[in-house]
């Protein structure tokens, strides 16, 4: 079930990416820099994007291009700030 969410994130990412280059897909470990698919206003779109689509919050601290350099970068992101640390789910309950 995890694996089913992580590969729909993933595959969001991807959709993202080809957007906003022109359809050219990118591999999931492909550095976005080094491919020159990434400019400051791209990665300023993403983070934006990543906030809406998953829902999340990123802070000034998370603004480090390690988090947003790949798609698995992303994913991984995105996968950690879902999880409360300690591994703890809250419910309202």
């Known amino acids: 079930m995890a694996d ?6 993933k595959r969001l990412i991807r959709d993202f990416i080809a957007e906003h280059t022109h359809g050219v897909l990118v591999d999931d470990d ?13 990665a300023v779109q993403m983070v934006l994007w990543v906030e809406r689509t998953f829902g999340i919050r990123v802070d000034g601290a998370d603004l480090d291009f390690a988090n947003f350099s790949s798609v698995d970068a992303v994913a991984a992101f995105v996968a950690g700030r879902r999880t409360p640390a300690g591994g703890a789910v809250w419910t309202s309950n």
Do not use: P
């Open 4 to 9: 089913d969410k992580a590969e729909d994130d």
């Open 30 to 42: 492909e550095d976005l820099l080094a491919g020159g698919y990434v400019n400051s206003l791209f």
